[in-house]
């Protein structure tokens, strides 16, 4: 191999690095090998565990052993079409549906065989930029606002189609929210929806974390704008198998073509998703009580840690209203750049650094997400704790009753010793 020249490689990849919320998974290991506390608050992976009758599933079906059909297992596409008309308030058949080893990967797919712009908001979650530079497709970013939860609004959106309205676009809308734990009003997505379909744009709604908006009050876009909404989800969040590599697409009738699209681009790339994972899901889309009581429980115990988390962080200046969804927090910084600046802190990178390297608490800078560098955000992902015990100790609970701090700190202890840590590092300087 010795006279391949190193740089032989695609310039829409030269330069990329690895995905930034990986680079610090593998810096807070690297921490923790050398002896030190790491609090682990960098990587968005479910806390929970995988449903029981899912696993048996799996369990079940480890003997499925033949390629499937490129846009996945029939009964598969029966049940997750059941599953999301009624979840999104749109009639969908198991023909408009395309399972894929993750969502991330249908949505490179989505991006490769569409032609046309990205449009995301800042911040956004940190794959889409990538995808669309990998694949050569320009980005733009619509700017958002703290006051507004960092939601994109539909008036910034309008502006955007001010000079070429009828230019081919995708946009990519998610919420809940990764890095922010917010999701939108009923109304914003109407207005949304308007202007969507007023410049007939292609909506790609990410709603991998709709199952975990904290009040069960998941709303999707899609029943606003049926005929150009594409609805991405998948069993890595609300299911906690984000290593089982499962993903769904859900197309209205209207954009088979796109679908046909891709499943021809996957049939020469990853040929179908794994036969077993395939075969389990059916079980994680059928209407089981247990699972129900999974989904209830994660949700009580992420809202009453996002609650604790973000009053804890206000009291000591950091600007953080409560999540709606997901287990992430944004936190602004910015009122206390006076006294952090006398410490080196110029940007969001070297907040997280000192973070790291004096606190112990792992966490990404906004910049990571699109927000201007200089910013003082950074992403917190509060899954550092054993989700088992904590699913285990809701049980035992009356159903209403509100997590008390004594619950958190047992059963979530590590979360709220970190965030403790890093209100102490404020209040240090
Ligand atoms: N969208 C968002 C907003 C995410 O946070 C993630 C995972 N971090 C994904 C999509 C991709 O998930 P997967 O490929 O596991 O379906």
Known sequence: MGRLPPNSIN?????????????????????????????????????FPVPRPVVEALRANAHQKDYLPVKGLPQLRQAIAAHYSELAKVERTAEDVMIGPGSKELMFLLQLVFYGDLVIPSPSWVSYAPQAQIIGRRVRYVQTHRDDGWCLRADRFAELFGE???????????????PTGYTYELDELKQLASVAREHGVLLLSDEIYGQLHHQGA??????????GTIISSGLSKWCGAGGWRLGTFIFPAEL??????????????FTS????????????????????TYLTNSR??????????????????????????????????????????????????????????????????????GRPPEELTLRLAYVDFEGQQALDAVEALDPDAELSEAFLRQYCGRVLEAIDRVADWVERG
């Open 218 to 227: 998941h709303q999707s876009i899609a029943q606003f704008y049926p005929e």
């Open 164 to 178: 070429d309205p009828e230019r081919p676009t995708l946009v990519i809308l998610n919420y809940p929210n990764n």
């Open 256 to 269: 088979r073509w796109l679908l046909d699209a891709m499943a021809v681009a996957a049939s020469e790339t």
């Open 273 to 292: 998703t794994a036969a077993p994972i395939q075969w389990a899901a059916v079980a994680a889309y059928q209407p089981d009580p247990e699972i129900k």
């Open 11 to 47: 310039l829409n990849v030269r330069g990329l690095s690895q995905s930034a919320t990986i680079a610090i998974n593998d810096r807070s290991n690297a921490l923790r090998a050398e002896g030190r506390t790491i609090f682990k608050l960098g990587l968005g992976q479910s806390p």
């Open 300 to 369: 009580r115990i992420l809202r009453a840690l996002g609650r604790w988390l973000a009053g804890r962080l206000r009291q000591v200046g950091v600007l953080c209203a409560d999540p709606d969804g997901a287990f992430y927090a944004f936190v602004d910084f910015s009122n206390l750049r006076p006294q952090l600046a006398l410490r080196g802190v110029t940007d969001s990178a070297s907040l997280c650094n000192l973070l790291l390297d004096q606190a112990g608490v792992a966490m990404l800078p906004g910049a990571d997400f």
